[in-house]
C-alpha cells in the first residue's frame, strides 16, 4: 500500500520507511495524502452507517414505545456491555500496534496485533451468541419470522385446529421451522402490529449490527493479511503506514458499536413517556 | 526499545533515517481510562430515569448519546491521532460528522409531517 | 513493467518521445496500468458504449411514441425499456461521464502532478465500474427491469418481476466506482497540486470536479446503503418500505433523493467546468469573476444536498418540509445563474472564435439556461402539483442532462481530443455535427415541454391522439439528434488513422496542460511545473490573442519549466 508507484515503478528509496512513489515530491506529501485518503473514505462510511441510523430513528420516532420495550425485551444488555468493553480494549491494542509500528519495535506490532485480532474474534463469538439466540426464537427477519409480544394470546391455527398459544411455548417456533402449514390470527388486536414493529426493528437491528459485524471482519481479514506479508517481510508492509492505515479503519469500526450500542440496546421506557406525550 | 521515556509529552524517535513523531503509551492508558468510565456511565445512564431529576423529556437518550460523542471525540483525537495532525485532516476528519446531521434532516419531515389537519394530497 | 523512461531531454529531438500512449502497446499494460490518462481512456470507451445501448433505448422509445397506440412493444416490454434507458444513462454513462475520463485525463495535467494521489484506487474504481456495468447487461439480456430508474418502492420491492437485484447491484458498484474516484481527486487537488498552483491559480474546470468529488463522497454511501436496504427488502420482505407492514415508502424516496439530487449535479458541475475553460479560452480573456464561478461550483455542491424533498412534493411528506424544498430549490438557480452570467460577462468584448468546441459550450449555455430556468416552474409547489410526472419534467431534465452535460462532454471532449490523441479532427464535420445536435436536441425536447404541460404523463406508451403530433416532432428531432451523436463518434476515430498531427497547444490556450506534449509522456511533464501565473492569463491582443485557426500549431509554445533555455509560459505576466 505504502509503496504505490505509478506503471509499477520501483519506489525512490531503499528504506521503507522513506520511500515513497514516483508520483510524490516528498515522503510527507505521501504520508498525507494516505491519512487525508482514509479519513475522506472514513467519511464515506460515516454517511453510510449515518443513513441507517437514521431509518432507525425514523421508526423509533413513529413506533417509540413499542421500538424501546421489544429492544429491552429482546437484546441483552450485559452481553452489548461485554461487547463494547471488548471493541474499546482492541482499539486500545491496535492504537499500540500503530504506535509500535511508527518505532519499528516489530515483536510488539505483532504481539498487538494479534490481541486485536483476538479482541475482534471474542466480539463475533459474543455476537454470534446472540445471533444464534435470535435464530432460536425466530427472529431473523424473512420467511421463517415469528413474533408475539410478551404474553400476548394467540389463537394459532395449526392444521386446521384452533389452539391457544402463549408465546414462549416452544411448539409454535417449532411448526414455523418445519414450514407446516399454519396462520397466527391475534386475539388482541395489537398482535399483528406489535409483529410488525418487531420485524422492523429486528430488520434494523440484524442490517446495522450485521455490516459493523462484516467491517469487524474485514478489519481481521486486512490484520491478517498485513501479519503475513509482515512474516514473509513484503516490501509492502515493511513501513507503518499499512498499520496506521488499518488502525484507523478499525478505530472507525469502534466508534460505529460506541453509537450502537446506547441506540439498540440501551432503550429506556423513559423515551416512550416523552414521544407519547 | 523500552527506553523511551512514555510519560513525556509527545516522544520523538531520533533514528537516523527515520523521525516519526508517536502518542506516548500513557496517552492511550489514561484516554482508554476514560472510555472505561463513560462506558460505565452510558449504562448507568440507561438505569437511571434522569428526566425524573432534571425535568427534560427523553434526557437519557440524549445524555446516552452525548456519552457516545464524547467517547467518539477522544477515539478520533487519540486514538486516530487526528490532534497531531495536519489541518487538512482536522478537517476531513470533521467533514463527515459535521456533514451527517444534513442527512437527518429527512426527519424534520416525520416531526412535521402531522402538524396540519388537511388531509395529505 | 518498469522501462518506462523515467527522463528525457527536452530538447533532443531526434527521435519521437515516447508518449503515454505508444511507449507500450501489450493489453497488460492498458488492463494494469495505474496511469490516469489511460484510466480515462479506458472509462471513456466504457462510457461510450454505455452511451451506446441508453442511446439505442431512447430510440426505441421514441419510435413507440410515434403512434398514440402500443404497437410497436408490449407495455411490460416498454416499461422494461425506459428503465434500461434511464438507469444505463444515469448511473453507467452521466455520473462518469465527464470526471472519470476528462477528469481523469486533466486533473493532474492541469495541476502539474504526475498522476492522481492514488494510481491503484483509480485503476480500482473502473474495473468496479465494469463490474457493475456487466450486471447491467446481464440484468437486461435476463429481461431488464421495470422500475424506472428511480427503483421506488413498494412496487420494486414487493411486486416487480424484473431483475431488480442484479439491477441494484449494478448501480450499487457504479456508486463505489464514483466514490473511490471521488476520494481521488480530493486527495489529489489538496496534496498534488505543483507549486506555486494556489487554490486561487486552479482552473475551474478544478474546482467544478473537487465539488463533483464532495457530492461523490458525501451522497452516494447513502444511496448505496438504500439499495441495500431495497435488496434485503425484496428478499426477505422486512417490510421496512413496505405500508403493509408498517414500514414508510416515503422514507425509501428522501433516502434516495438524498443521494440522486445531488447526482443531477455531478452530472452538471463537471460539464460548468468543462464550459469555463472552453469559454475562456475562445474569447481570449480571462473568466470575468473567477472566485464567484469557483466558489458557486462549491454552493451548487452543497445547496444541492438540501433540496431533495422536491421531488417528493406529492407524496406526502411533511407540507412545512415542501415549503422549505421549494424555497431552497429556488436559491440553487442562485449559484447558477452566477455561472451562466460571467459566462455571458466573459463572453462580452472578447475575442470571440467559433471553433467546433465553442459551439458546443454556446450550445450548453442556451439548453442549460432553458433546462435550468423550467427548473424553476417545477421548484414552484403549486405549478409541480400539475406538472410533476408529466413530459414537462422529461424535458427539464433532458435539457439539463442531455442539453448540459452531454454537451458539455462533447465540447470537452472535442476542446481536449489533440491533447489526448496527438490528432486533429475534421473541423468543418465537428461544426455540422454540433449544430445538428443542437437544433435535433430543442426539436426532440421543446415539444415535450409542450405536451407534458398539456398534460401527457411520463414513462407511458399510450396517449390520446391530439398529442401525436408533438410526439412525431419529438420523434423527428431525436432522429437527426442520433444523427448528430453519431457523427463524432465517425470523425473523432478517423482522426486516430488520418488526423493531423496535433501541436502540444492546438487553440492557443494558457492552461498548464496545454504545457505538456500531445499526447503527453508518460509522466504528464519533463520537469515538475513551477507556475507563477493566474488561470487564463489570456492576452487579448497580445501573441497568443493572435492566433488564428486550430491547424496552424506552434510547437515553440511548449515551455520548458525552470529549464535553461526555455521561453516563458504562455499568458506570463509581464512584471508580476
Not at chain 2, 33 to 54: H, N, P, Q, R, W
Not at chain 3, 95 to 110: D, E, Y
Not at chain 3, 466 to 473: A, K, T
Not at chain 3, 483 to 496: C, E, F, I, K
Amino acid at each position: 500500500m505504502s509503496v504505490e508507484t505509478l506503471h509499477g515503478e520501483p519506489v525512490q528509496s531503499d528504506d521503507p520507511h522513506q520511500a515513497f512513489a514516483v508520483h510524490y515530491k516528498e515522503r510527507k506529501q505521501q504520508d498525507e495524502s494516505y491519512i487525508v485518503g482514509m479519513w475522506t473514505f472514513l467519511v464515506t462510511e460515516i454517511m453510510f452507517f449515518g443513513a441507517l441510523f437514521l431509518a432507525y430513528i425514523v421508526f423509533r420516532n413513529i413506533w417509540p414505545g413499542e421500538l424501546s420495550e421489544i429492544s429491552r425485551e429482546h437484546l441483552n444488555v450485559k452481553l452489548g456491555f461485554i461487547n463494547t468493553l471488548i471493541l474499546l480494549t482492541s482499539s486500545l491494542t491496535m492504537a499500540m500496534a500503530v504506535q509500535s509500528a511508527q518505532r519499528k519495535i516489530e515483536g510488539r506490532v505483532y504481539f498487538f496485533m494479534f490481541a486485536t485480532i483476538a479482541l475482534a474474534l471474542c466480539f463475533m463469538g459474543v455476537k454470534f451468541v446472540e445471533y444464534s439466540k435470535k435464530y432460536n426464537e425466530n427472529h431473523v427477519p424473512g420467511p421463517l419470522f415469528h413474533y408475539v409480544a410478551e404474553g400476548a394470546e394467540t389463537k394459532a391455527t395449526v392444521a386446521g385446529v384452533e389452539v391457544v398459544k402463549t408465546e414462549g411455548s416452544t411448539e409454535v417456533a417449532h411448526e414455523a421451522e418445519h414450514g407446516r402449514k399454519f396462520s397466527l390470527e391475534p386475539v388482541k388486536g395489537s398482535a399483528t402490529s406489535s409483529a410488525q414493529h418487531a420485524e422492523i426493528f429486528f430488520s434494523l437491528y440484524f442490517i446495522m449490527t450485521g455490516l459493523h459485524g462484516i467491517h469487524v471482519i474485514l478489519g481481521v481479514l486486512v490484520m491478517l493479511i498485513i501479519i503475513v506479508m509482515m512474516w514473509f517481510k513484503s516490501p509492502l508492509v515493511a513501513d507503518f503506514m499499512p498499520i496506521e492505515m488499518t488502525g484507523l479503519y478499525w478505530h472507525f469500526v469502534d466508534i460505529v458499536w460506541i453509537f450502537l450500542y446506547p441506540a439498540l440496546y440501551l432503550a429506556h421506557p423513559d423515551l416512550q413517556k416523552f414521544l407519547h406525550g | 526499545m523500552a527506553k523511551h521515556s512514555e510519560h513525556s509529552e509527545a516522544v520523538v524517535s531520533h533514528e537516523e533515517h527515520h523521525e516519526h513523531h508517536y502518542t506516548p503509551t500513557s496517552h492511550f492508558l489514561v484516554v482508554f481510562g476514560f472510555l472505561m468510565i463513560m462506558l460505565f456511565a452510558t449504562v448507568g445512564a440507561a438505569f437511571v430515569d434522569l428526566s425524573k431529576v432534571v425535568p427534560i423529556p427523553g434526557l437519557n437518550i440524549i445524555v446516552m448519546l452525548l456519552i457516545a460523542t464524547v467517547k467518539a471525540s477522544a477515539v478520533v483525537l487519540v486514538f486516530m491521532e487526528v490532534r497531531k495532525g495536519t489541518r487538512l485532516v482536522w478537517m476531513w476528519a470533521a467533514v463527515g460528522f459535521v456533514w451527517l446531521p444534513t442527512m437527518l434532516g429527512i426527519l424534520g419531515d416525520y416531526f412535521t409531517r402531522n402538524w396540519t389537519t388537511a388531509r395529505p394530497w | 513493467m518498469s522501462d518506462i523512461p523515467v527522463h528525457h531531454d527536452p530538447h533532443s529531438h531526434d527521435q519521437p518521445e515516447p508518449n503515454y500512449l505508444n511507449w507500450s502497446h501489450t493489453v497488460k499494460d492498458w488492463l494494469l496500468t495505474g496511469d490516469h490518462k489511460r484510466i480515462g481512456m479506458l472509462y471513456l470507451i466504457s462510457v461510450t458504449i454505455f452511451f451506446i445501448v441508453g442511446g439505442v433505448a431512447a430510440m426505441f422509445i421514441r419510435v413507440e411514441l410515434l403512434t398514440p397506440k402500443a404497437d410497436l412493444f408490449s407495455l411490460e416490454t416498454y416499461n422494461r425499456i425506459f428503465s434500461a434507458h434511464g438507469i444505463v444513462m444515469i448511473f453507467f454513462f452521466l455520473i462518469p461521464s465527464i470526471p472519470a475520463t476528462l477528469g481523469n485525463f486533466l486533473i493532474p495535467l492541469m495541476i502539474g502532478a504526475k498522476d492522481l494521489a492514488f494510481p491503484r484506487l483509480n485503476l480500482l474504481s473502473w474495473y468496479i465500474y465494469v463490474i457493475g456495468g456487466t450486471f447491467a447487461v446481464l440484468a437486461l439480456v435476463f429481461g431488464g427491469v421495470d422500475t424506472g430508474w428511480t427503483f421506488y418502492t413498494p412496487y420494486s420491492s414487493m411486486f416487480s418481476n424484473g431483475n431488480v437485484v442484479l439491477t441494484i447491484f449494478a448501480a450499487f458498484f457504479a456508486g463505489f466506482s464514483s466514490i473511490f474516484t471521488g476520494i481521488n481527486f480530493i486527495v489529489t487537488i489538496h496534496k498534488m497540486r505543483a507549486p506555486g498552483m494556489t487554490w486561487f491559480r486552479l482552473p475551474l474546470f478544478v474546482w467544478a470536479h473537487y465539488a463533483t468529488s464532495l457530492i461523490m463522497v458525501l451522497g452516494t454511501p447513502v444511496v448505496a446503503i438504500t439499495l441495500l436496504l431495497l435488496v434485503a427488502e425484496r428478499s426477505l420482505h422486512l417490510g421496512i418500505f413496505n405500508p403493509n407492514n408498517g414500514g414508510d415508502p416515503v422514507l425509501f424516496q428522501h433516502m434516495f433523493w438524498f443521494y440522486s439530487h445531488p447526482a443531477v449535479y455531478i452530472m452538471i458541475l463537471p460539464g460548468m467546468g468543462v464550459i469555463s475553460e472552453i469559454i475562456a479560452c475562445f474569447s481570449r480573456k480571462r473568466i470575468f469573476g473567477y472566485s464567484f464561478v469557483a466558489f458557486s461550483s462549491l454552493a451548487i455542491a452543497l445547496l444541492g444536498f438540501f433540496v431533495w424533498g422536491h421531488h417528493m412534493f406529492t407524496t406526502g411528506q411533511s407540507m412545512y418540509l415542501g415549503m422549505v424544498f421549494s424555497i431552497l430549490s429556488f436559491m440553487v438557480a442562485v449559484p447558477s445563474a452566477i455561472k451562466v452570467f460571467n459566462w455571458a460577462s466573459t463572453l462580452h468584448k472578447g475575442r470571440v472564435s467559433f471553433h467546433s468546441p465553442m459551439l458546443y459550450a454556446l450550445g450548453f449555455m442556451g439548453l442549460f439556461l432553458i433546462g435550468g430556468l423550467t427548473g424553476l416552474f417545477l421548484s414552484t409547489m403549486g405549478v409541480d402539483i400539475h406538472l410533476q410526472d408529466t413530459y414537462f419534467v422529461v424535458a427539464h431534465f433532458h435539457y439539463v442532462m442531455v442539453g448540459g452535460a452531454i454537451m458539455a462532454f462533447l465540447g470537452g471532449v472535442h476542446f481536449w481530443w489533440p491533447k489526448m490523441t496527438g490528432r486533429m479532427y475534421n473541423e468543418n464535420m465537428a461544426k455540422v455535427a454540433a449544430v445538428m445536435i443542437f437544433v435535433g436536441f430543442n426539436a426532440t425536447f421543446f415539444p415535450q415541454f409542450i405536451v407534458g404541460y398539456l398534460g401527457m404523463p411520463r414513462r407511458y406508451a399510450v396517449y390520446p391522439e391530439e398529442f401525436q403530433f408533438w410526439h412525431i416532432l419529438s420523434t423527428m428531432g431525436a432522429t437527426l439528434l442520433g444523427l448528430g451523436y453519431a457523427m463524432p463518434g465517425v470523425y473523432l476515430v478517423a482522426s486516430l488513422f488520418n488526423g493531423k498531427k496535433a501541436p502540444a497547444n492546438p487553440w492557443g490556450a494558457v492552461g498548464l496542460e496545454w504545457h505538456a506534449d500531445s499526447p503527453p509522456s508518460p509522466h504528464n511533464f519533463h520537469e515538475t511545473p513551477i507556475v507563477t501565473w493566474e488561470a487564463y492569463e489570456y492576452d487579448i491582443d497580445g501573441e497568443a490573442g493572435m492566433y488564428d485557426g486550430p491547424l496552424e500549431g506552434n510547437e515553440e509554445k511548449r515551455t520548458n519549466f525552470g529549464g535553461e533555455s526555455g521561453t516563458e509560459p504562455a499568458g506570463h505576466p509581464a512584471g508580476d
